[in-house]
């Protein structure tokens, strides 16, 4: 999943960090004077246009046709995931708030899918979706998805929607990658371009009782630091408590 690093000077990569960063919050184009104001990056706004000027050259930035701020592009945002992110594991009483969640449905699979996916849906307010390899689909929070501004777009949203009705496109997506989890950005998501401004993040799990995958959909600005350790921990979970 990871690619080779694209070289950039340590304060462009700062700024692309920061610009993304802000960006997953506010899901706002952002300005140099935003950093200046916000941030102690100790250089002139014309130095960070500069620089943002370089990083949209490189494919980083766009320039919505509104804003004068710049906003990340999915390249930022792989670039962001594969070599920028730090993530966490769960802490201790997040794993035990999820598996309580569901501990009491573990010995029958098809209840414990669907209480796994509504509990992800709610623990990181996305849309969750789990696929098996016997063909069942389950999808929870998509009352979530409304609430962001990129699903705004009725045209976005519909296309999404109509593919919560399609268990092959959910499970030819998930075997089409060998790593056990995955994280797809736009493009990534579906190539023809329907879904570019979307992210899937899905981990795969495997049993003597269930074969499937469970995930998060959401915006490409999804909070990654938060999602990333959720879904892990969640399709590690259901491998657990399915192989009996």
């Given at each position: 999943?990871?690619?080779?690093?694209?070289?950039?000077?340590?304060?462009?990569?700062?700024?692309?960090?920061?610009?993304i960063?802000?960006?997953?919050?506010?899901?706002?184009?952002?300005?140099?004077?935003?950093?200046?104001?916000?941030?102690?990056?100790?250089?002139?706004p014309?130095?960070?246009?500069?620089?943002?000027?370089r990083?949209?050259?490189?494919g980083?930035?766009?320039?919505?046709?509104?804003?004068?701020?710049?906003?990340?592009?999915?390249?930022?945002?792989?670039?962001?995931?594969?070599?920028?992110?730090?993530?966490?594991d769960?802490?201790?009483?997040?794993?035990?708030?999820?598996?309580?969640?569901?501990?009491?449905?573990?010995?029958?699979?098809d209840?414990?899918l669907?209480?796994?996916?509504?509990?992800?849906?709610?623990?990181?307010?996305?849309?969750?979706?789990?696929?098996?390899?016997?063909?069942?689909?389950?999808?929870?929070?998509a009352?979530?998805?409304?609430?962001?501004?990129?699903?705004?777009?009725?045209?976005?949203?519909?296309?999404?929607?109509?593919l919560?009705?399609?268990?092959?496109?959910?499970?030819?997506?998930v075997?089409?990658h060998?790593?056990?989890?995955?994280?797809?950005?736009?493009?990534?998501?579906?190539?023809?371009?329907?879904?570019?401004?979307?992210?899937?993040?899905y981990?795969?799990?495997?049993?003597?009782?269930?074969?499937?995958?469970?995930?998060?959909?959401?915006?490409?600005?999804?909070?990654?630091?938060?999602?990333i350790?959720?879904?892990?921990y969640?399709?590690?979970l259901i491998?657990?408590?399915?192989?009996?």
């Amino acid at each position: 999943m990871d690619s080779e690093p694209e070289i950039l000077s340590s304060r462009q990569s700062q700024i692309l960090k920061l610009i993304i960063e802000e960006y997953i919050v506010t899901a706002q184009p952002v300005g140099s004077e935003t950093l200046e104001k916000k941030f102690s990056l100790a250089v002139s706004p014309a130095t960070i246009r500069n620089d943002m000027v370089r990083l949209a050259k490189k494919g980083f930035l766009m320039q919505p046709h509104t804003s004068s701020g710049r906003s990340p592009t999915s390249k930022a945002l792989r670039y962001y995931v594969d070599h920028m992110l730090q993530t966490r594991d769960l802490s201790v009483v997040e794993e035990v708030a999820v598996k309580e969640k569901i501990w009491d449905h573990r010995q029958k699979v098809d209840k414990l899918l669907r209480e796994a996916t509504k509990t992800l849906a709610e623990k990181t307010h996305s849309l969750a979706v789990t696929a098996t390899d016997d063909g069942d689909l389950y999808y929870a929070g998509a009352s979530h998805i409304l609430d962001m501004p990129e699903f705004y777009n009725f045209e976005l949203t519909h296309k999404l929607f109509d593919l919560l009705d399609r268990y092959d496109f959910w499970w030819e997506t998930v075997i089409g990658h060998d790593e056990p989890f995955y994280i797809l950005l736009g493009d990534e998501f579906r190539p023809d371009g329907l879904l570019s401004q979307c992210g899937f993040v899905y981990s795969r799990f495997t049993s003597p009782h269930a074969k499937g995958a469970i995930g998060v959909v959401g915006p490409v600005r999804l909070n990654y630091i938060t999602v990333i350790p959720t879904v892990r921990y969640m399709g590690s979970l259901i491998g657990d408590l399915t192989n009996w």
